[in-house]
Nanobody, 115 residues
Framework: QVQVVESGGGLVQPGGSLRLSCVAS????????MVWYRQVPEKQRELVAS???????DYGDDVKGRFTISREKGKNTMYLQMNNLQPEDTAIYYC?????????WGQGTQVTVSS
């Protein structure tokens, strides 16, 4: 019923930029809250940024001022513009959409920051 697909990951040098995309195909009518998480091996999944249906955004402390979350108006599609990337940003980035109190996740996209 719900498909979530992330894209845009890759290898970038420190100080570089990437833009991630997430498209949620939802059969239920409506616009829903969406969130970016990231995870590295042996660590808990970490909240990166969230955007509510009214456009209100929130960011993890580690990415404030460098990352910007946005969404297409009227769609369950969101983006994460990541600037000034650092090696500690290396992780698998996951997209989540919450629909009627149930969470749906994408398969993740790898971001690697290395020289």
């Amino acid at each position: 019923q719900v498909q979530v697909v992330e894209s845009g990951g890759g290898l970038v040098q420190p100080g570089g930029s990437l833009r991630l995309s997430c498209v949620a195909s939802v059969r239920i009518a409506g616009i829903w809250p969406m969130v970016w998480y990231r995870q590295v091996p042996e660590k808990q999944r970490e909240l990166v940024a969230s955007i509510h249906v009214n456009g209100v955004t929130d960011y993890g402390d580690d990415v404030k001022g460098r990352f910007t979350i946005s969404r297409e108006k009227g769609k369950n599609t969101m983006y994460l513009q990541m600037n000034n990337l650092q090696p500690e940003d290396t992780a698998i980035y996951y997209c989540k959409i919450r629909i009627l109190q149930r969470d749906y996740w994408g398969q993740g996209t790898q971001v690697t920051v290395s020289s």
